[in-house]
């Protein structure tokens, strides 16, 4: 069974620019988090979707963050316009439906904006 | 309000020696508690969870866990360090919600 990949591993941009974030969580899995580590500090909750609906989005940080969940299945975050704070490894996590404490984390993505 | 603190950034131990990484969280209702590692380049890895139940949990890779709720901790322990467990360890707890807190981690060096 595959487990949680996102695409990139590494984002490096410039202030001002666009990056769009993938996560394709565990198949069959209803439940997708992101988090969020900026360096040095604890990995923060961003926001947590239940099949395609947002059901937490209290972590995220500001409106220049978008995420989406089309169709249920892989889920995007996009950061427009990248500011030098957006700095840090965003991880997204998945579980099956009924089992939230059952979260897989995948490999992360480390987004650097210079 | 929930919160998860790990003591020690880092921490060195010797191949064979006792490794004991500790944590301790608020929770304002019975917690969740989990263990994940994360190996250079790897994603974050389950070492071991509690739940409800045996307050002493059993993990991979030789990894054990206790929960003390009088003393809210949850510290991961581990009898004999091997080179491989070298790796950032992070204690989380989940409590009424469907998030997860994470502490600050703790870097393991183990010394051959």
């Known amino acids: 069974e595959a487990g949680v990949t996102q695409f990139p591993s590494h984002s490096v941009i410039e202030k001002g620019q666009t990056v769009t974030l993938r996560c394709d969580p565990i198949s069959g899995h209803d439940n997708l988090y992101w988090y969020r580590r900026v360096m040095g500090k604890e990995i923060k909750f961003l926001l947590h979707?239940?099949?395609?609906?947002?059901?937490?989005e209290s972590g995220m940080p500001n409106n220049r963050f978008l995420a989406e969940r089309t169709g249920g299945t892989y889920s995007t975050l996009k950061v427009q316009p990248a500011e030098l704070e957006d700095s840090g490894v965003y991880f997204c996590?998945?579980?099956?439906?009924?089992?939230?404490?059952?979260?897989?984390f995948g490999p992360g993505t480390r987004l650097t904006v210079t | 309000a929930q919160s998860v603190t790990q003591l020690g950034s880092h921490v060195s131990v010797s191949e064979g020696a006792l490794v004991l990484l500790r944590c301790n969280y608020s929770s304002s209702v019975p917690p969740y508690l989990f263990w994940y590692v994360q190996y250079p380049n790897q994603g974050l890895q389950l070492l071991l969870k509690y739940t409800t139940g045996a307050t002493l949990v059993k993990g991979i890779n030789g990894f054990e866990a206790e929960f003390k709720k009088s003393e809210t901790s949850f510290h991961l322990t581990k009898p004999s360090a091997h080179m491989s467990d070298a790796a950032e360890y992070f204690c989380a707890v989940r409590t009424s919600g469907n998030q997860f807190y994470f502490g600050t981690g703790t870097s393991l060096t183990v010394i051959p």
């Open positions: 979707f239940v099949k395609e609906s947002k059901q937490d």
């Open positions: 996590a998945s579980s099956p439906a009924g089992k939230a404490y059952e979260q897989y």
